[in-house]
């Protein structure tokens, strides 16, 4: 059987069984995902300069012919050295390669190569160590530079893509119809992706690139719209507005911010509709999402409809319990709390009074939307911290009952074009600015030199009334030199926190010892919390006013950020000192970011630049498919395009049925992986 496009990656010629598996390893499965494994850069053999011109300690393109190649040395450890003398026809140059004795064998004596690598020496003797190469007479001379993964060459990733794209040449497809491409530029499909691995000049691989990128935005745009008309069927839960929210209002004990007002009323006007409301309320930490979600539970009590509340922790869920059931129970409405941990007894309880529409708020984990959990009349379902779940379960979600109205929670903000893409299926509710009063959360960053006065600073702070969190990587012990908690806080109890009531919190633990521990903390009958991130997301003990995170190079912006955020929830002062002894750059870099500001909003920004964007959408965080070329800093002007084109295409074929979006339908479908318009 001759190969295609789609046939095992290991048929292609040179490849086998044991390459197959490193492909796969890259997430290549055939000749297809080959061909979008897109050159990180590329290597430009024309421009070439004369060995004395080469500046020394840096990188540069030779031309150069090899008149001697000296015998191989083995030298101690098993290492071999190969030289070569080689002149570029004024001056003469060593070439050196390390343990590499194939790439040395496969260079030959009187043969010209252009040569890439980095030039050493001094002006009388120079060498170039480990060079890429190809022959002079090659005519590809701007070659691919590609991710590589062990056990897979530069070159023989070159010899298998040329193979793929010749596959592509003899059964070519087009996802874009003529028109499409003509209005927004673009060349065609095939030619975008010759050019995106061999192109024959910088304006080609531009070219190429943009158009790849404009598909990869635009998949996106049309999977995530695809997703949300999905949803806009009718809601059974068409509510009446006419509800006083007067006593909900007063029973608060602050009055909420302009942010939570519209953001309620926002709410409310969907809530009234007669297609489901699909909305993400975005908003900072700590600036009382939960409190627009009871607002929420209460209008809808009030309209005889229940409310499912999500979180992705028990101790998450059993808070919000307590703050829900303090709130609305006095308002008259029951709250019911639903995790996993229930014996079988009170779960078949809560069960039973779910299904007699007894209750009129449900908190829980997510096995409140299990199968075998019947509502009564289920008409809003929300979910907390919701960057904990991605768009398949959004998706899943949506076929709940009958259609419920859904609101998420994200206590990660974004910007607001990539919201509209990683949210493209949902409408978007932003608070702004916290509660008055509150002061934002002073961060330090130290080495672990100074880890006994940031433990005085935290025992002052106790001594003052206040609570702390100490947070660690690990839980264990390990052969990494992280923090563990269990040891930590064994050591903490007899040296720097000795006579302080501690206690230690992590995932591994049984949640009734979790629930236990956090009841304890949330007293105050526990002053300090060692812990891992379990309290990454939503814990709200407003008397803890500070936090120490141990080997903060480990965690990422936001995740920093959702940690700090922890503190800071309550009229004191609130301080978090980062402690690290990592100097690398990025780490600096982080460190920097996270202690010159509080935003959430400029904080996700930077993680955004630091990680790339391919990274950023691909993250388990948003359950995208990960954008492999469109670089969306520099183009928020494609990102535009791109969704006015989706609009364009989906108001001509609102689910892509026509012919000439065959392909395109097919290809969103293979970059989201599950078939999400069926
Ligand atoms: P998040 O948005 O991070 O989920 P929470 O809903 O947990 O924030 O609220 C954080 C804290 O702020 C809680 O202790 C809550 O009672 C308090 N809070 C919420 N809204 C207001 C407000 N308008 N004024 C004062 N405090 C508020
Ligand atoms: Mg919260």
Do not use: W
Not at 482 to 489: D, N, P, Q, R
């Amino acid at each position: 059987m001759p190969a295609d496009l789609f046939c095992d990656i290991e048929f292609l010629k040179g490849v086998g069984k044991a390459r197959g598996e490193k492909y796969r390893k890259l997430g290549i499965n055939s000749p297809y995902e080959l061909i979008y494994h897109i050159p990180k850069d590329y290597l430009d053999f024309r421009t070439h300069v004369p060995v004395c011109q080469a500046p020394l300690n840096e990188s540069s393109v030779l031309k150069l012919t090899i008149f001697r190649k000296l015998p191989p040395q083995r030298i101690k450890g098993g290492l071999v050295i190969c030289k070569a003398a080689a002149t570029d026809g004024f001056d003469d140059i060593l070439i050196v390669i390390y343990n590499n004795v194939y790439a040395f064998q496969a260079l030959q004596e009187n043969e010209t190569y252009f040569m890439f690598g980095k030039v050493t020496g001094n002006f009388t003797r120079r060498e170039i160590t480990s060079p890429v190469y190809i022959k002079a007479s090659e005519n590809v001379l701007i070659q691919p530079k590609y991710h590589l993964t062990q056990g897979l060459s530069a070159n023989m990733i070159r010899s298998n893509m040329r193979q793929a794209l010749d596959l592509l040449h003899k059964a070519p497809f087009e996802t874009l119809p003529d028109h499409v491409r003509s209005k927004y530029q673009l060349c065609t499909l095939v030619s975008a992706l010759e050019n995106v691995h061999f192109p024959s000049s910088d304006s080609a691989a531009e070219i190429a690139r943009h158009r790849l990128a404009f598909d990869e935005l635009l998949k996106l745009q049309l999977g995530m719209s695809l997703l949300k008309s999905r949803s806009r069927r009718q809601t059974a839960y068409k509510l009446n507005s006419g509800v006083d929210m007067a006593p909900f209002f007063s029973s608060l004990p602050f009055t909420l911010t302009d942010g939570q007002l519209s953001a309620v009323n926002e709410i409310i006007a969907d809530l009234c509709r007669s297609t489901p409301m699909n909305r993400l309320l975005q908003g900072d930490v700590g600036s009382g999402k939960t409190a627009v979600a009871a607002a929420a539970c209460f209008f809808a009590a009030k309209n005889n409809v229940q409310s499912a509340l999500m979180a992705p922790t028990e101790i998450l869920a059993s808070q919000h319990f307590k703050t829900l059931s303090d709130l609305l129970e006095p308002l008259g409405l029951r709250v019911g709390l639903l995790t996993g941990s229930l014996t079988p007894k009170k779960k078949e309880l809560l069960r039973n009074s779910i299904s007699s529409g007894e209750l009129d708020v449900i908190v829980g984990t997510h096995a409140i939307i299990q199968k075998d959990v019947e509502y009564a009349a289920l008409g809003l379902v929300i979910t907390d911290e919701q960057h904990r779940f991605g768009v398949q379960q959004r998706a899943a979600l949506a076929e709940k009952g009958d259609s419920p109205h859904r609101l998420v929670m994200s206590a990660t903000p974004i910007p607001r074009t990539l919201a509209l893409y990683i949210y493209g299926d949902l409408d978007v509710s932003a608070i702004t600015q916290l509660p008055k009063g509150r002061k934002p959360v002073q961060t330090f960053a130290v080495t672990g030199k100074m880890r006994q006065r940031a433990f005085s600073f935290v025992r002052q702070h106790l001594d003052e009334g206040r609570q702390a969190y100490v947070v660690c990587p690990m839980i264990e012990d390990s052969d990494s030199d992280l923090f563990a908690v269990k040891s930590y806080a064994e050591n903490a109890a007899k040296n720097d926190l000795k006579g302080y009531s501690t206690a230690l919190l992590h995932g591994r633990m049984r949640s009734n010892e979790k629930e236990k521990v956090m009841k304890q903390f949330r007293n105050g009958d526990i002053q300090v919390l060692i812990c891992t991130t379990v309290v990454e997301v939503g814990v709200d003990v407003p008397n803890a006013a500070v936090m120490v995170i141990e080997n903060a190079e480990r965690f990422g912006l936001s995740q920093l950020h959702q940690l700090r955020g922890r503190v800071g929830r309550g009229q004191y002062s609130s301080y978090c000192i980062l402690i690290t002894d990592n100097h690398s750059e990025d780490c600096l870099k982080r460190m920097k970011i996270i202690s010159s500001t509080n935003d959430g909003f400029k904080i996700s920004e930077a993680d955004l630049k630091l990680r790339g964007p391919g990274d950023f959408f691909g993250s388990a965080q948003h359950g995208l498919p990960p954008l492999k070329i469109a670089d969306v800093e520099c183009s928020m002007s494609l990102m535009n395009q791109a969704k006015l084109c989706c609009e364009e295409i989906l108001a001509a074929d609102p689910d892509l049925s026509a012919p000439e979006h065959h392909t395109l339908r097919v290809d969103t479908l293979r970059l989201f992986n599950k078939d999400i318009v069926g």
